[in-house]
C-alpha cells in the first residue's frame, strides 16, 4: 500500500486507491467499500469526463467499446474487483477513477471526506499535524475555532465507523495543545510580586501552575480563582491600565478565560465568560472599591483608597 502523506489535498483518487488497499486488507466492511465507491464514482460522475464515450463507438456496438463493458460487468457485483478495476461504466460511458476530483469545503459532505482522507494517517501518525494545518489554511481561511468546531463534530460522528483510536486521540491532542494557538501573558513583574499576592487564592496544588502562567508559561488544565471573579479580574484591569500588560487587552481576556475559573455562588468551578471579562477589563475607571481589592505591591499608586 502506497500513501502520499504529504499530499494533503482531499482526492477522491487518492481515497479511492486508500480504500482499495483497505479492502484486500479486510480492514474495511463490503457495506462501507460500497458506500465509499459510489460516493466516488457519483462525485467523478458530476464533476469528471468520460475517458471512454458510447457515441463515439457507433453507441457502444464497436468489440473495443464492448471490451470494457464486459469487463465491468464481469466483476460487477464483487466489490473487491471492482475497486480493482481502474474504470467503471455510467449511464453508458466510461469513467476512470484515476481523475483528480478535489473535495473542498463547500462540498455537502465534506465531513465524511475529510474523515476518509484522515484516516489514511493512521499508518503515519505524525503527517497529522501538518495535514490539519493544511485543511485548516485552505479550507477554512484559518478559522481556528470554526475549523476546531468542525473536528470534534466530525470526528464524534465518524470516529465509530472509519477512524482508528489512535488518529482520535491525536487529533483531540493537537486541538488541545497545538491547533488552538493558546494565548500566553507577558507582565512586565519589576517591583512587583503579583504571584505572592494572588497566592492565598488558590489551592495549594495549584500554586506552582499559578507561578508558572504568570511568568509566561503554558499549563495543560484551567486552575480556580477561589474568591470573588471581580476581584481577580480587577487586578488585571489595574495592570493593564499601569502599562504592566505587554500586548493587546483581548489577550489578556483570552487568556483569563483559557486558564482560570472561579467559584460560583452555588460554590461551583465556573469558567470565565468572555463578554463579562471584557465588560470588567475594558472599564477606564482606576478606582477599585476596598471590598473588591486585591492589593499587589507596586500598583497601590493606581487604586483609590476611598471605599465608594
Not at 477522491?12 to 482499495?20: F, G, L, Q, V
Not at 473487491?80 to 449511464?91: D, Q
Not at 472509519?162 to 488518529?167: A, G, I, Q, T
Request: with cysteine; net charge neutral; proline share 1%.
Amino acid at each position: 500500500m502506497k500513501i502520499n502523506y504529504s499530499y494533503y489535498e482531499i482526492d477522491t483518487s487518492d481515497i479511492k486507491e486508500y480504500e482499495r488497499s483497505m479492502i484486500l486488507l479486510n480492514k474495511t466492511s463490503d457495506m462501507l467499500g460500497l458506500k465509499i465507491l459510489n460516493k466516488i464514482e457519483a462525485m467523478i460522475l458530476k464533476n469528471g469526463h468520460p475517458v471512454l464515450k458510447s457515441k463515439d463507438y457507433n453507441n457502444g456496438s464497436d468489440k473495443y467499446f464492448k471490451d470494457y463493458v464486459e469487463k465491468y460487468e464481469e466483476v460487477h457485483s464483487v466489490l473487491s474487483e471492482r475497486f480493482n478495476l481502474n474504470y467503471f461504466m455510467m449511464k453508458g460511458d466510461c469513467f476512470e477513477y484515476n481523475e483528480n476530483i478535489i473535495i473542498d469545503k463547500n462540498n455537502s459532505e465534506f465531513g465524511f471526506w475529510f474523515t476518509l482522507k484522515l484516516r489514511q494517517y493512521e499508518f503515519n501518525l505524525s503527517e497529522i499535524e501538518n495535514f490539519l494545518k493544511f485543511q485548516l489554511s485552505t479550507n477554512f481561511n484559518d478559522g481556528i475555532n470554526e475549523f476546531i468546531d468542525f473536528l470534534k463534530y466530525n470526528i464524534k460522528k465518524h470516529q465509530s465507523e472509519l477512524l482508528d483510536v489512535e488518529v482520535v486521540e491525536t487529533v483531540n491532542n493537537l486541538i488541545q495543545y497545538k491547533l488552538r494557538n493558546r494565548p500566553k501573558l507577558e507582565i512586565n513583574n519589576d517591583n512587583l510580586n503579583l504571584f505572592d499576592a494572588l497566592r492565598p487564592y488558590f489551592e495549594k496544588k495549584d500554586q506552582r501552575k499559578l507561578e508558572q502562567l504568570l511568568n509566561g508559561e503554558e499549563i495543560q488544565n484551567k486552575i480556580c480563582f477561589r474568591g470573588n471573579a471581580n476581584k481577580f479580574l480587577l487586578v488585571f484591569r489595574q495592570l493593564y491600565l499601569n502599562q504592566r500588560v505587554i500586548g493587546k487587552l483581548s489577550n489578556v481576556e483570552r487568556w483569563i478565560c483559557e486558564y482560570f475559573t472561579y467559584i460560583n455562588k452555588k460554590d461551583e468551578a465556573t469558567d470565565f465568560n468572555l463578554g463579562y471579562v471584557h465588560k470588567i477589563l475594558a472599564t477606564n475607571s482606576r478606582s477599585v472599591k476596598k471590598s473588591n481589592r486585591i492589593n499587589v505591591p507596586g500598583l497601590e499608586h493606581i487604586i483609590n483608597n476611598k471605599d465608594d
